[in-house]
């Protein structure tokens, strides 16, 4: 029977996917570049403000559509730091409920991570402080509203937060801004007839995540962009509540991936295809051609053209890809090491770790400041779960065990460190996850050891990053001290 039922739930998973038909993109419009965000020094301290507001955007040409945004009306400006610099944020909620800041990926004390413990309700405003600590890379913010972050980040409410630091300087690599540098966040939606976005936390929404069947980049439907640099450098953030995308050019060309989610890979890393789930980013440089002005370029999340590029006369901006980017300090792990372990079972409104929902007045685990640790996180799935597996079609492409397809692998994404994966099912990591992470894809079934150190006070969440599962209680939280 419960066999019976869950088919029927995959049946209607399939069928609700497709049922309103997704706009038709037709590669139009300019890519929106979100502004940087201007900052004035005070007192040794660079000061940022943003709002936090609803308000009216065009996802999809000529159809107006509610969204939420920082500062703009959906998505918000890019925020840019630099390692070793103390800033200041005046954040306003204008959204008419409570909401947080989360700044994913970055290391700060815990009173400053904008988790569910620093909601600020409508009509106040949020003021965190904090030293950048960590190297160069791409991370990202959103709201962290307990049992609303998923409704609020599918609203609009995300933006890039990029680090820089003397080694990224210094790298011969694009860094500029807007020209040979883009962020590309990508996120899928789904429309009413009117064009009003659907949300729901749901049936087969709450079990598998809200998942569209429109794929957006930088908040619009099918955008296209002037490519005039011969190298461009790509942050992709799959910025989806719940899907896994395959990333790639539509023909199939090569590709350098330089960083993971929380800075440069040691060495750059020739690919056709990267695999990101939800939270997780990456960091590619793409070589563009003369001969590439006459073709029907595209960037591709799975079978899906999602930007459209438009090849103009190139400048020679860099000589090359550069084959050694960073080195790395590797951990010293203790033979002593504490291993804890985080089992991840369940789906919909059932989902656990370690057999446990999120409970705010409760702390999971007591953490030593600066100590390394192995972590180790396990996907029991359900017990129908190998039966989805098999469903989805998994694609030998990523080096997941259901190629990355599985409706039940887990996103476990980590508060406030950088970690590194020590073995994937017992096998030594591929090159694209061989860096610093603060996300990972465990699929159905697999388990994944990571070593992480502590560097910040407080108290942090760890939690699936399918934002569904966060706040369906797929969380837990930890204390640092
Ligand atoms: Cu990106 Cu706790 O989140
Ligand atoms: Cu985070
Ligand atoms: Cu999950």
């Known amino acids: 029977m419960k066999k019976f039922l869950f088919l029927i739930f995959n049946i209607i998973f399939l069928i609700s996917c497709s049922k309103s038909l997704p706009p038709t993109p037709n590669f139009s419009r300019d890519l929106p570049v979100p502004p940087l965000l201007n900052g004035t020094l005070i007192d040794g301290e660079i000061n940022y403000e943003f709002e936090i507001k609803k308000?009216?955007?065009?996802?999809?040409?000529?159809?107006k559509?509610?969204?939420?945004?920082?500062?703009?009306?959906?998505?918000g400006p890019t925020?840019?730091?630099?390692?070793?610099?103390?800033?200041?944020?005046?954040?306003?909620?204008?959204?008419?409920?409570?909401?947080?800041v989360h700044w994913h990926g970055l290391r700060i004390p815990g009173e400053m991570d904008g988790g569910p413990n620093q909601m600020f309700i409508d009509g106040n405003y949020w003021e965190p402080h904090y030293k950048i600590e960590q190297p160069a890379a791409t991370?990202?913010?959103?709201?962290?509203?307990?049992?609303?972050?998923?409704?609020?980040?599918?609203?609009?409410?995300?933006?890039?937060?990029?680090?820089?630091?003397?080694i990224s300087d210094n790298l011969p690599i694009p860094k500029e801004y807007g020209v040979d540098d883009f962020p590309i966040i990508v996120q899928d939606k789904r429309f009413d007839r009117s064009g009003n976005l659907i949300y729901s936390n749901e049936h087969t929404d709450a079990m598998y995540g809200m998942r569209g069947n429109t794929l957006i980049v930088n908040g619009i439907l099918a955008p296209i962009l002037d490519i005039s640099k011969k190298y461009i450098r790509f942050r992709i953030l799959n910025g989806s509540n719940a899907s896994n995308y395959l990333y790639?050019?539509?023909?199939?060309?090569?590709?350098?991936?330089i960083a993971t989610d929380g800075g440069f890979l040691e060495k750059s890393n020739k690919l056709k295809k990267i695999f990101l789930s939800p939270g997780e980013r990456v960091e590619i440089i793409v070589e563009f051609k003369e001969q590439d002005k006459n073709k029907n370029l595209y960037l591709r999340a799975d079978d899906n053209n999602i930007m459209k590029f438009n090849v103009m006369n190139l400048d020679k901006n860099i000589d090359g890809i550069p084959n050694t980017?960073?080195?790395?300090?590797?951990?010293?792990?203790?033979s002593n090491v504490n291993t804890r372990e985080f089992i991840l079972q369940g789906m919909g409104h059932m989902v656990t770790i370690n057999g446990k929902q999120m409970n705010m007045n409760r702390v999971d685990e007591y953490v030593n400041l600066n100590e390394i640790e192995i972590w180790e996180i396990r996907n029991i799935g359900t017990m129908h779960g190998g039966m989805m597996g098999r469903m989805m079609n998994p694609s030998n492409d990523t080096d997941f065990s259901n190629g990355g397809?599985?409706?039940?692998?887990?996103?476990?994404?980590?508060?406030?460190?950088?970690?590194?994966?020590?073995?994937?099912?017992?096998?030594?990591?591929?090159?694209?996850?061989?860096?610093?992470?603060d996300t990972i894809f465990v699929d159905l079934e697999e388990v994944v050891k990571v070593a992480v150190k502590f560097e910040d006070k407080g108290l942090f969440m760890y939690h699936c990053h399918i934002l569904?599962?966060?706040?369906?209680?797929m969380m837990g939280t930890f204390l640092v001290e």
């Open 248 to 257: 790639s050019f539509s023909d199939n060309r090569d590709f350098y991936q």
């Open 139 to 166: 991370l990202w913010y959103h709201p962290h509203t307990w049992h609303k972050t998923g409704e609020h980040a599918y609203m609009g409410l995300a933006g890039m937060y990029i680090i820089e630091d003397e």
């Open 325 to 334: 980017l960073v080195n790395f300090q590797e951990y010293d792990i203790p």
């Open 405 to 437: 397809k599985s409706l039940n692998g887990h996103p476990f994404h980590v508060h406030a460190v950088q970690f590194r994966v020590l073995e994937r099912n017992g096998r030594e990591p591929k090159a694209f996850e061989d860096g610093w992470k």
């Open 79 to 100: 925020i840019k730091v630099r390692k070793g610099q103390n800033y200041r944020f005046k954040i306003h909620n204008n959204l008419g409920e409570k909401t947080s």
């Open 55 to 63: 308000g009216k955007s065009e996802i999809i040409e000529g159809v």
């Open 65 to 75: 559509t509610e969204t939420y945004g920082y500062n703009g009306n959906i998505l």
């Open 468 to 473: 569904e599962h966060e706040d369906n209680g």
